[in-house]
């Protein structure tokens, strides 16, 4: 063999091993007691090997393209690095793995990145990009001679075979060997098969498949199989839908005792005004998924683990609860203290009808201290937008003061103090929170009180997205061991995590009552039915479904008497059918749910 030959040879056999080795390293990024390292090599094997030939594959192929082995190793190994510390990040923060969708988020991880290094520092990224950039150079100059392009088209020429081999039946050779795509539990699915055959497994879900049966007139019995009339007012009533950011009650962690109160004003709704539970789709972060359910109607659970709506599917026209009010009078509009390309809401509440949405582009910042915009300035814009007009409003605001992580020290005095079984470090995440959550309900107050002073009808409705990332707290609290097996509790366990307050304030139809539970799909027709506003043949049917399956998301569901259970009763079966027949219908479908005569 001549030397240039063994040359390539061994620069290729080095990538190889290194790569190999980096594979089985970068599992140690997320893996816990549950599947550590060594038992899932012990006891799947052909997944740790698939995995290590799919990094060596994309290792040729960058080799293949820059023509230095060593530099083509770095670039690898940089790219392996990101996505293990992308995946257990997300399992951290998120209590979820990463799936393949998530690469869309770059610029919402872009904008919360000076935030993170505020936290952890920007030592240890500054050092792999300086580390990064040094190697990269040296390997250019110092290192082997470049491949010639007779091992380089070799090189680019497997991927290519393989993918035409690969193309017709991907998943063939996946279950002649053994592996099982487990799509239903995908914390469980990445553990046993590994980060990146679970990721590329998952790449063909972001296809959503067309239910079976799907036709005009299936959509057309199902919509006309619900109807509702609801009862009107003489006077159209502003309505303010605030969405407050991770808003959990504090005081139901167990354990704890506080010395003052952190939601006042929420828990004097609940004794005074309508409030129940509402069950979001999301935990931890994903607030455009629970925004999506509750404008459209529409339920995560029909669609992929970890998929965002407003991201992969909105690119069309699409009813909302602001197109319904628009229709009906009103004035339109969403505000929303933070960038305005965040989760594309630029663009996406243009599809569903809004007429004017606020930023903090538009907005007097002043002398900002928080990260995060405070709630003040959203409850500024919510009332310069009451003031504008005589005609009446729909409002959607959108808070963002107690977006996490929740780092020590955020705010200077801390106004609410409480004891209980926590570390420094979970005390000071815990404390972070509070204070921002105490913000919120403060600015709820004050609106009340802004409210009552008018002499105009309202609704004012205020929900959380979600509840907030704190694995520290819950962890000593002894709600749950870690937030990424949430999933695999009970559904009743489950339940505690995802349940978020509602409350509805109203001087049209005032008093305490019980709202019950429901999923953030079903705020919509109780809005509607609140406000006397005439709906939409989709809002008729999931009222309807709403009185049977008041809780639908994609973790939890529950009937009518409160039993919670995993997949819809036998008997409802056809309900649920039927409703994710309409939602395909109307979010990719040839919208023959529109035929339909609206109420009224």
């Not at 030959?5 to 816990?32: F, K, N, P």
């Not at 939601?263 to 005004?273: D, M």
């Amino acid at each position: 063999m001549r030397s240039r030959d063994a040359s390539v040879v061994v620069q290729l056999l080095i990538v190889a091993v290194t790569v190999t080795l980096a594979s089985v390293a970068l599992e140690l990024l997320y893996r816990t007691a549950e599947l550590p390292l060594g038992t899932w090599l012990v006891e799947h094997p052909v997944p740790a090997l698939i995995n290590a030939a799919m990094f060596m594959v994309i290792s040729c192929v960058i080799v293949a393209i820059v023509g230095r082995a060593l530099t083509a190793t770095l670039i690898s190994l940089a790219l392996m690095l990101v996505l293990g510390l992308a995946h257990a990040s997300t399992l951290k923060n998120l209590g979820r793995p990463l799936f393949p969708w998530d690469l869309m988020l770059f610029r919402e991880a872009w904008a919360v990145l000076p935030f993170v290094t505020e936290r952890y520092g920007v030592a240890p990224l500054v050092i792999a990009a300086v580390a990064l950039v040094v190697g990269l150079g040296v390997s250019l100059r110092v290192g082997p001679r470049a491949l010639g392009w007779r091992p380089r088209a070799a090189l680019l020429l497997l991927p290519v075979l393989l993918s035409f081999a690969l193309l017709p039946r991907p998943s063939a050779p996946l279950k002649t060997l053994g592996v099982r795509h487990r799509h239903w539990e995908q914390p469980e699915n990445y553990r046993e098969n590994g980060l990146l055959l679970t990721f590329v497994m998952n790449l063909p879900a972001a296809n959503v498949q067309k239910p079976a049966e799907y036709e005009r007139a299936r959509v057309q019995t199902a919509i006309n199989s619900q109807r509702t009339v609801h009862e009107t007012f003489e006077l159209k009533p502003d309505v303010i839908v605030v969405m407050s950011e991770s808003l959990f009650d504090p005081t139901r962690l167990p354990g704890l005792t506080f010395e003052q109160d952190p939601l006042p004003t929420v828990h004097r709704l609940q004794r005074e005004a309508a409030s129940g539970s509402l069950y979001p789709p999301t935990f931890g972060g994903g607030t455009a998924n629970t925004e999506f359910e509750f404008l459209t109607g529409h339920s995560m659970r029909f669609l992929p683990p970890g998929s965002v709506p407003y991201q992969q599917y909105l690119r069309r026209k699409q009813r909302s609860m602001a197109s319904i009010f628009a229709a009906n009078g009103y004035r339109t509009e969403a505000a929303h203290i933070y960038h305005r390309w965040f989760w594309e809401r630029d663009a996406v509440y243009q599809h569903l009808g809004f007429q004017r949405f606020t930023t903090m582009e538009q907005v007097d910042l002043g002398e900002q201290k928080l990260f995060y915009p405070p709630d003040a300035l959203l409850t500024k814009e919510i009332m310069r937008a009451l003031t504008a007009d005589h005609s009446p409003l729909f409002m959607f605001g959108i808070s963002v003061e107690a977006h996490g992580p929740y780092e020590p020290n955020r705010y200077e005095d801390a106004a609410v103090h409480f004891s209980g079984p926590l570390d420094d470090d979970a005390r000071a995440e815990l404390s972070t929170y509070v204070e921002a959550i105490s913000h919120a309900d403060h600015e709820l107050a004050l609106l009340i009180e802004f409210l009552e002073k008018r002499s105009r009808p309202a609704v004012l409705v205020f929900f959380g997205d979600h509840l907030p990332s704190l694995p520290l707290t819950l962890r000593q609290t002894g709600v749950v061991e870690s937030i990424d097996r949430i999933n695999g509790l009970e559904p009743r366990q489950r339940a505690f995590l995802y349940e978020v307050p509602l409350l509805v304030w109203s001087n049209v139809k005032p008093g305490q009552r019980s709202l019950g539970a429901m999923s953030s799909t079903f705020l919509g027709p109780l809005i509607l039915e609140e406000t006397g506003t005439p709906g939409t043949p989709y809002m008729d049917f999931l009222d309807a479904v709403r009185r049977r399956l008041p809780v639908v998301s994609p973790h939890l569901i529950s009937d009518a008497d409160g039993v919670w259970h995993e997949a819809p009763p036998t008997e409802l079966r056809a309900l649920a059918d039927d409703w994710w027949t309409l939602e395909y219908d109307a979010l990719f479908g040839d919208d023959f749910v529109s035929e339909a005569p609206s109420e009224g």
